[in-house]
T-cell receptor
């Protein structure tokens, strides 16, 4: 597609439920990243996929968070047993390679009530 | 360890003023990339510039200019003759190599919120 597409744009969920956030990167981009931006905070790295290499999961805050990237394209970030502190905007980005400019999606605003 | 510091939390200017956003970075690597992103109220992060550590030439793009100084580990961003549409949060970021030889995550500063008033 022309840009990085994320869905849903907004998600309200009850504490304890699982959620799935989707990212559709720019066609042909081999690198895909997930970041989290909490209210009034900076951008926190979560996970990075590059081609067929093992993902860099070093930013995932707990084992309730996981992500996969199928067929080198679409990625899903899953948060299990959501907590209120998970409330944030989850941003996805893609690039040709990790040293190039990253193109970000509009994000998914997650609210855990 | 890598770190990016944007000491200015918020800046408020009147239209047509020039404004400089500061960015100081820390890395032990000799090869790295620096970035600036703009986040308007719509929320999407917009890529502005990428600069590699071997290129210290200043860059100008319209009303935007960037001053990269390795001696002070700074990569400052100046907007000349600011406009209301420049109101946004601006993030400076650093990408450093991994032990495997590639680059991965962008390390962001906390951002500077710029408000340009008519």
């Amino acid at each position: 597609g022309a840009g990085v597409s994320q869905s849903p744009s907004n998600k309200v969920t009850e504490k304890g439920k699982d959620v799935e956030l989707r990212c559709d990167p720019i066609s042909g981009h081999t690198a895909l990243y997930w970041y989290r931006q909490s209210l009034g905070q900076g951008l926190e790295f979560l996970i990075y996929f590059q081609g067929n290499s093992a993902p860099d999961k070093s930013g995932l805050p707990s084992d309730r968070f996981s992500a996969e990237r199928t067929g080198g394209s679409v990625s899903t970030l899953t948060i299990q047993r959501t907590q209120q502190e998970d409330s944030a905007v989850y941003l996805c980005a893609s690039s040709h390679g990790s040293s190039y400019g990253y193109t970000f999606g509009s994000g998914t605003r997650l609210t855990v009530v | 360890a890598q770190k990016v510091t944007q000491a200015q939390t918020e800046i408020s200017v009147v239209e047509k003023e020039d404004v400089t956003l500061d960015c100081v970075y820390e890395t032990r690597d000799t090869t790295y990339y620096l970035f600036w992103y703009k986040q308007p109220p719509s929320g999407e992060l917009v890529f502005l510039i990428r600069r590699n550590s071997f290129d210290e030439q200043n860059e100008i793009s319209g009303r935007y200019s960037w001053n990269f100084q390795k001696s002070t580990s700074s990569f400052n961003f100046t907007i000349t003759a600011s406009q209301v549409v420049d109101s946004a949060v601006y993030f400076c970021a650093l990408s450093a190599p991994t032990s495997a030889g590639g680059y991965n995550k962008l390390i962001f500063g906390a951002g500077t919120r710029l408000a340009v008033h008519p």
